[in-house]
């Protein structure tokens, strides 16, 4: 089974030229700092699905390339980042973010249950992340942050249809419930909320505070959420739902996508104060 992935673009093709910093936004700069730990932290989840599909070289060697694509993406964000913040020292703060958040690598099977329950996982993963950078693409007015995101979107978009594509193979394998396909979408969602973007929020932004996985996660999710428009959502509503087995086109499918929708412009009214403290957006909906 071979899924092609490879991304067609390096850091040299990003026109770093155009920068322009009377446009840059900086409370999108302090997500997009927090977004490049992420993204360049792929090796520790590459060493986790290599041992979960130990005896599938061809997928491990897709694992090491799709590793390699999000560490692209790490460092051209965090390159942005420097420019746009000049006394950001994106490999020291990278560094103080691997010493800080630490996963559980060596392992013999998926922490969801079965391959299939990882790749659903790992679906939503995509998922979010396509709708996340397609959704800063349309918010930020400054050109080179603008290119970095379309291409990491696309990028991010293959990615899926890889997980997506080894899922089929492992569902036919393990013939796992549509229902257990459906918690496991809902409980990776949930885990949006966990500390890895906290974590990577408060080194890139408060490291001279203590950390409060609280406060870090709840600026994070208001500078992220606030971004988004009801474009952004469906569409990634619609790859979360065919991961989980259900049809974005059905009823059901239509009735989920809205419930997501909601449910951002109810989290950003529940974080009003963050929201107006950092002159953002006052809910999704003005973006829709």
């Known amino acids: 089974m071979t899924v092609r992935i490879m991304s067609v673009w390096t850091l040299d093709d990003v026109p770093w030229d155009a920068f322009d910093p009377a446009r840059v936004d900086p409370e999108l700069l302090r997500i997009i700092k927090a977004a490049a730990l992420t993204e360049r932290n792929s090796a520790q989840y590459a060493r986790y699905l290599r041992n979960v599909f130990h ?51 060596d392992v013999e099977q998926s922490v969801r249950g079965s391959r ?33 995101c379309q291409r990491i979107a696309g990028d991010e978009f293959r990615h899926y249809k890889l997980f997506y594509t080894t899922l089929q193979h492992t569902l036919a394998a393990e013939n796992v419930s549509r229902a257990r396909r459906v918690l496991v979408a809902v409980s990776r969602m949930r885990e949006s909320e966990d500390d890895e973007l906290a974590f990577a929020y408060h080194c ?85």
């Open 204 to 288: 890139a932004n408060t490291p001279d505070r203590p950390y409060d996985r609280a406060t870090s996660a709840r600026a994070y999710a208001a500078r992220a959420f606030s971004r988004y428009r009801l474009s952004h959502v469906e569409r990634g509503g619609a790859m979360a739902l065919k991961a989980a087995g259900l049809d974005p086109r059905g009823r059901l499918g239509r009735l989920a996508t809205g419930a997501l929708w909601r449910y951002l412009r109810f989290r950003l009214w529940r974080m009003a104060d963050e929201v107006r403290a950092a002159n953002l957006p006052q809910g999704c909906a003005a973006q829709a």
């Open 116 to 148: 299939t329950g990882e790749m659903v996982a790992r679906c939503i993963v995509e998922t979010g992340t396509s709708s996340f950078y397609s959704a800063l693409r349309d918010a930020t007015e400054e050109p080179v942050l603008k290119d970095i």
């Open 55 to 105: 005896d599938d070289p061809a997928f491990g060697a897709q694992v090491d390339q799709w590793a390699e694509e999000e560490a692209r993406h790490g460092d051209a964000l965090g390159r942005w980042a420097e420019l746009a913040e000049p006394g950001f020292d994106f490999r020291a703060t990278f560094q103080r973010f691997v010493e800080g958040y630490v996963i559980p690598t």
